[in-house]
């Protein structure tokens, strides 16, 4: 049994250990767990050898659809600063505000709210890092930012799929519930959310800053905590009247109409511009750009609409969920090992497509286009030696039920099951870092919910807990998960020209993800005590 224990815990230890502790690239820190794992996988687990291969295969395919994503995000940014919109961009934050407190809660935390409420999938970060990479921001700096913010849109991303997929598989599960965990979400939000803006401004000048201090942190917080509460009322607001599909879509745009306006009157805010995260080699332009700010912008409003479109016009969804399906179902004939990769409805399609439209309406020629394309296919190639082990230890973590020892499930389930024996009675604080841990392995908030969510509603029961608010937590959990996932932070270094820097940007974004759990545990505790 102890070997058992072990090897279900290896898929977590064994990362941290190599990147965090040992300080390895991913892509050579991924190798050796992977190897590892699977190694205890076959001989200790039992599981069987055809399912394996097969489960790393999975793996390797899922790679490539996190790969087309990166590829289209690096394209799209390469554009544009082949056709000058990237420096017309940056003359319009300086026109609101040159601070990079205010330029982080604006790109990360709202835009980056809007991308992950259109589309998921990890996009945001791959959007908004680079974009805070060409406004001068410190590569890892920018990284770890992107990470940090994409985490309280994520259970209402890609118009609700966590929420309404990821809790499918439970007793009950259906609008009247899925409505009921939205809410749980959203009060325990009015105390999370709130505090995020403050925590990326924390990190932002006390991890980055060259001077010291929580001076910089203490002059925002008027800003930081009215655009957090105001994004937070407003998604609960907006999750009574509509829902849970349009939570992370309207609460960003609202948030953003009240930051650029409040940011550019210089309402609630310091005197002083605050840029010590800025790279050494940075040069602003000063040289004024004729590109109106509108057309400089417009690849990335074609982005939300062209993801909007796909996913909300049915006629349209079918359209790119079936026009070109690469899905390998039944991998090496076994049944149940699928992976999905429809390629017009990846983001990747949406980025490549709104690079390609970009060249045309910024006034360059098509072999802009392909200098972008080729640009980026260096980064993709060196993000790819990183995440094809690690989507090989994920898959093989998840399909672990194909064993020859009966008594055993998955992996994820035996450790939900250790976890859960003998913490019934303080659960409130424990299903938030399950849906963390489970977040971090898989690195999908939607595997992380699917697979735990039945064991959180058990326990809940168990316990006398009400289920949709363990649910509920489970979900912030698994969205704060994606601060550390490895194939996120692997993604997210590769876009800002990083690979290999991922231990370090974990050790980051590690503490967040510790203090994101320990506040959803605090919150559930409170909303716990009103619905009683």
């Known amino acids: 049994m102890f070997m058992i224990t072990i090897t279900a815990f290896s898929a977590i230890v064994l990362p941290i250990i190599f990147l965090v502790f040992l300080r390895f690239p991913a892509k050579t820190g991924m190798l050796y767990s992977a190897i590892i794992f699977i190694s205890l996988a076959y001989f200790v687990w039992g599981v069987e050898g055809l399912p394996l291969i097969a489960s790393i295969f999975e793996g390797f395919?899922?790679?490539l659809t996190i790969l087309f994503i990166l590829l289209g995000a690096i394209a799209l940014l390469n554009a544009l600063r082949e056709t000058g919109a990237v420096d017309r961009i940056n003359q319009g934050f300086r026109n609101i505000s040159a601070d990079m407190r205010i330029q982080v809660i604006i790109i990360a935390f709202l835009f980056g709210g809007l991308i992950e409420g259109a589309s998921g999938f990890g996009t945001p970060a791959a959007v908004t890092g680079p974009l805070m990479v060409a406004l001068g921001f410190s590569p890892i700096a920018a990284a770890t930012l992107a990470l940090i913010a994409n985490s309280t849109p994520v259970p209402f991303a890609a118009v609700g799929t966590p929420l309404i997929i990821g809790t499918g598989n439970?007793?009950?599960?259906?609008?009247?519930?899925?409505?009921?965990?939205?809410?749980?979400i959203t009060m325990m939000d009015l105390l999370v959310g709130t505090l995020i803006p403050t925590i990326l401004i924390v990190v932002l000048t006390t991890g980055f800053g060259k001077t010291k201090g929580l001076k910089p942190v203490l002059a925002m917080l008027p800003w930081t905590l009215t655009i957090g509460a105001v994004y937070s009322v407003s998604a609960l607001v907006y999750g009574i009247l509509f829902g849970p599909e349009f939570i992370s879509i309207l609460a960003p745009l609202t948030g953003l109409a009240f930051a650029t306006i409040t940011a550019k009157k210089n309402i609630l805010l310091p005197k002083d511009t605050w840029q010590e995260a800025m790279k050494e080699d940075f040069q602003v332009k000063e040289e004024k750009s004729e590109m109106s700010l509108f057309t400089a912008w417009?690849?990335?409003?074609i982005v939300v609409v062209l993801l909007l479109f796909t996913r909300i016009v049915e006629p349209v969804e079918q359209f790119t969920q079936q026009a070109l399906d690469a899905t390998w179902t039944d991998i090496f004939?076994?049944?149940?090992?699928?992976?999905?990769?429809?390629?017009?409805?990846?983001?990747?399609?949406?980025?490549?497509?709104a690079a390609f439209i970009s060249v045309?309406?910024?006034?360059?020629?098509?072999?802009?286009?392909?200098?972008?394309?080729?640009?980026?296919?260096?980064?993709?190639?060196?993000?790819?030696?990183?995440?094809?082990?690690?989507?090989?230890?994920?898959h093989v973590f998840v399909n672990s039920d194909f064993n020859t020892m009966s008594e055993l499930g998955t992996m994820p389930e035996y450790i939900a099951e250790v976890m859960a024996?003998?913490?019934?009675?303080?659960?409130?604080?424990?299903?938030?870092?399950?849906g963390l841990l489970g977040s971090f392995v898989t690195g999908s908030a939607v595997v992380s919910t699917l697979t735990f969510s039945p064991i959180q509603y058990n326990v809940a029961l168990e316990a006398g807990f009400d289920q949709n608010l363990i649910l509920a937590q489970q979900l912030a959990g698994a969205a704060g998960g994606n601060m550390i996932c490895v194939h996120n932070v692997v993604a997210a270094a590769a876009v800002v020209g990083i690979v290999g820097s991922e231990g370090a940007i974990i050790r980051k974004t590690v503490l967040p993800a510790i203090l994101y759990g320990l506040l959803v545990g605090v919150a559930g505790l409170l909303v716990n005590l009103i619905i009683l």
Request: charged share 10%; aromatic share 12%.
């Open 333 to 353: 004939g076994v049944e149940g090992i699928t992976s999905s990769w429809e390629v017009l409805y990846s983001p990747g399609a949406v980025l490549l497509l």
């Open 170 to 184: 439970v007793e009950g599960a259906g609008p009247e519930m899925f409505q009921e965990i939205a809410l749980n």
């Open 360 to 394: 045309y309406i910024q006034g360059k020629k098509i072999k802009t286009f392909g200098t972008a394309i080729k640009q980026s296919s260096s980064t993709v190639v060196g993000a790819a030696l990183a995440l094809f082990p690690t989507l090989a230890l994920v």
């Open 421 to 434: 024996a003998g913490l019934g009675s303080v659960w409130l604080f424990i299903a938030p870092f399950l």
């Open 61 to 63: 395919h899922q790679a």
């Open 298 to 301: 417009s690849p990335y409003f």
